[in-house]
């Protein structure tokens, strides 16, 4: 359903993107986000995005930091990460919000079955 691409290992400060894409069956109405999931922590959503306007909806650890964006005319979306900070460390996954992308499904995303996660992507910021 959704293949990741980006990622992989940078220096605190440096800047990585993510990109989520598509394929088969996705409901047109769904919103989209990101999380993440670092060994011995819980997973934190981070970010959404509404894929009809574009708002967004981020997390208070990645604000001012991240974006989240979409091209609906590739069916991707993608996560630019700057400043990034050593826990950031994670592997992020992209993944559908059926209920629509706002800062109270934010805090409870992921909700799908994995059926409708990305495969996962490592982000690795060390020095």
């Known amino acids: 359903q959704f293949v990741q691409s980006g990622g992989g290992s940078v220096q605190p400060g440096g800047s990585l993107r993510l990109s989520c894409a598509a394929s088969?069956?996705?409901?047109?109405?769904?919103?989209m986000g990101w999380f993440r999931q670092a060994p011995g922590k819980e997973r934190e959503a981070v970010s959404c995005i509404n894929m009809k306007d574009g708002d967004t909806v981020y997390s208070d650890s990645v604000k001012g930091r991240f974006t989240i964006s979409r091209d609906n005319d590739k069916n991707v979306v993608y996560l630019e990460m700057n400043n990034l900070k050593p826990e950031d460390t994670a592997v992020y996954y992209c993944?559908?919000?059926?209920?629509?992308?706002?800062?109270?499904?934010?805090?409870?995303?992921?909700?799908?079955?994995?059926?409708?996660w990305g495969q996962g992507s490592q982000v690795t910021v060390s020095s």
């Open positions: 088969g069956f996705t409901p047109a109405n769904w919103d």
């Open positions: 993944t559908t919000e059926p209920r629509g992308c706002g800062a109270a499904t934010l805090a409870t995303m992921p909700v799908t079955a994995t059926d409708y």
